[in-house]
C-alpha cells in the first residue's frame, strides 16, 4: 500500500516557476516508478513525467520536454516536479501516481498503468 500527497501547487504569471512535491508512505515506494499527471478543467487526465524506482530513467510528454523535470529522493520518499517556463495551458490539477509493477523495467505512461494516486494540487498560470 502507498500513500501519496502533493504540494507545491499555486498561482504563478506567465514564464514562473513551481516545484511540486510528492510525499510517499509505504515500504515499496523504492521499488516503484512514478509518474506525474495533470487535468485540466473539462480536459481528460493526461501524462506528464514519470521516473524509474532507481531514477535513472525518465521520460516526458512532448509539450512539457525541455521545461518540466521530474526528479526523486528516495530516502526521502519523495517525487518532485520542478516546472519552469510555465504557459497558462500548464494550468491544472497534477497528481502524482505509483506503478504497481515493482522494479519494473520500463516506463509506463498510460493513467491505467498506475495504480495509487495522491489528491492533486491546483496549479494556476496566469497569462
Known amino acids: 500500500q502507498v500513500q501519496l500527497v502533493e504540494s507545491g501547487g499555486g498561482l504563478v504569471q506567465a514564464g514562473g516557476s513551481l516545484r511540486l512535491s510528492c510525499a510517499a508512505s509505504?515500504?515499496?515506494?523504492?521499488?516503484?516508478?512514478m509518474g506525474w499527471f495533470r487535468q485540466a478543467p473539462g480536459k481528460e487526465r493526461e501524462f506528464v513525467a514519470a521516473?524509474?524506482?532507481?531514477?535513472?530513467?525518465?521520460v516526458y510528454a512532448d509539450s512539457v520536454k525541455g521545461r518540466f523535470t521530474i526528479s526523486r529522493d528516495n530516502a526521502k520518499s519523495t517525487v518532485y516536479l520542478q516546472m519552469n517556463s510555465l504557459k497558462p495551458q500548464d494550468t491544472a490539477v497534477y497528481y502524482c501516481?505509483?506503478?504497481?509493477?515493482?522494479?519494473?523495467?520500463?516506463?509506463?505512461?498510460?493513467?491505467?498503468?498506475?495504480?495509487?494516486w495522491g489528491q492533486g494540487t491546483q496549479v494556476t498560470v496566469s497569462s
Open positions: 521516473i524509474s524506482w532507481d531514477g535513472r530513467r525518465t
Open positions: 501516481a505509483a506503478d504497481p509493477v515493482l522494479f519494473r523495467s520500463r516506463l509506463v505512461v498510460r493513467t491505467a498503468d498506475y495504480d495509487y
Open positions: 509505504g515500504r515499496t515506494f523504492t521499488q516503484k516508478a
